[in-house]
């Protein structure tokens, strides 16, 4: 049985969510340009609801979309947040690096974290703005996985189950928590699962 959409996102989506061709939903006005902080709040609470059967020490997420709800949560539990950067900074070596494709951009890039922050004793918490195709989270499993890190769970505003990441992961055996799944965008219909 899968979990209700959280209220409070569903009924911003459906007020001031966009849909762009190909299948993409803009969320600039509350999450990926201007942010709401109380929303933000209100959905880390959520994730904190929907986790509590898990054990985590750190939360990870990748820049620079899953920033935001990342560090809310961080916030309300007190906990280390860790992004994982796009771009290899020169003075950084004791890298773990993978390559990423992205839907949005229709290219790969190569995303990195320190092992100083990505540790064997870490149990992570993964939180992104979005999970589509599932190519983030893939990229994630593989850094957590070199790192010889635990992975917890992973945590989604939005979903778009019509792209099948949610799928995948869950078949690994991963538990998943997406606050709004959203079944289809066609026609430039928001459709809710
Ligand atoms: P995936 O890797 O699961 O295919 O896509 C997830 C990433 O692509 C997210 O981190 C998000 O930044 C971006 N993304 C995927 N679909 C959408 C969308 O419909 N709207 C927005 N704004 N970003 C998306």
Same mark, same amino acid.
């Given at each position: 049985?899968?979990?209700?959409?959280? #209220?409070?996102?569903?009924?911003?989506?459906?007020? $001031? =969510?966009? &849909?762009?061709?190909? =299948?993409?939903?803009?969320?600039?006005? !509350?999450?990926?340009?201007?942010? $709401?902080?109380?929303?933000?709040?209100?959905?880390?609470?959520?994730?904190?609801?929907?986790?509590?059967?898990?054990?985590?020490?750190? +939360? @990870?997420? +990748?820049?620079?979309?899953?920033?935001?709800?990342?560090?809310? @949560?961080?916030?309300?539990?007190?906990?280390?947040?860790?992004?994982?950067?796009?771009? %290899?900074?020169?003075?950084?070596?004791?890298? @773990?690096?993978?390559?990423?494709?992205? !839907?949005?951009?229709?290219?790969?890039?190569?995303? &990195? &974290?320190?092992?100083? !922050?990505?540790?064997?004793?870490?149990?992570?918490?993964?939180?992104? $703005?979005?999970?589509?195709? =599932?190519?983030?989270?893939?990229?994630?499993?593989?850094?957590?996985?070199?790192? #010889?890190?635990?992975?917890?769970?992973? =945590?989604?505003?939005?979903?778009?189950?019509?792209?099948?990441?949610?799928?995948?992961?869950?078949?690994?055996?991963?538990?998943?928590?997406?606050?709004?799944?959203? %079944?289809?965008?066609?026609? &430039?219909? +928001?459709? !809710?699962?």
């Amino acid at each position: 049985m899968s979990t209700p959409c959280f #209220g409070a996102l569903q009924a911003r989506i459906l007020r $001031d =969510g966009k &849909c762009l061709p190909g =299948g993409i939903l803009k969320v600039d006005g !509350f999450i990926n340009h201007q942010i $709401d902080p109380d929303l933000l709040e209100q959905m880390s609470v959520e994730f904190i609801r929907r986790f509590a059967s898990v054990e985590f020490n750190k +939360i @990870l997420t +990748i820049e620079a979309s899953g920033i935001a709800p990342a560090i809310m @949560l961080g916030f309300l539990l007190h906990l280390p947040v860790v992004f994982a950067k796009k771009k %290899k900074p020169s003075t950084m070596d004791n890298m @773990l690096t993978t390559s990423v494709f992205s !839907f949005t951009k229709n290219r790969s890039y190569d995303v &990195c &974290c320190s092992k100083d !922050f990505l540790k064997p004793s870490d149990k992570v918490l993964f939180i992104d $703005d979005f999970l589509a195709n =599932g190519n983030a989270a893939k990229g994630i499993i593989d850094l957590v996985q070199q790192a #010889g890190a635990q992975l917890a769970g992973m =945590g989604f505003l939005i979903e778009k189950s019509f792209q099948h990441g949610g799928d995948y992961l869950r078949e690994q055996g991963i538990k998943v928590e997406s606050l709004a799944v959203i %079944k289809s965008l066609d026609n &430039c219909t +928001i459709e !809710f699962a």
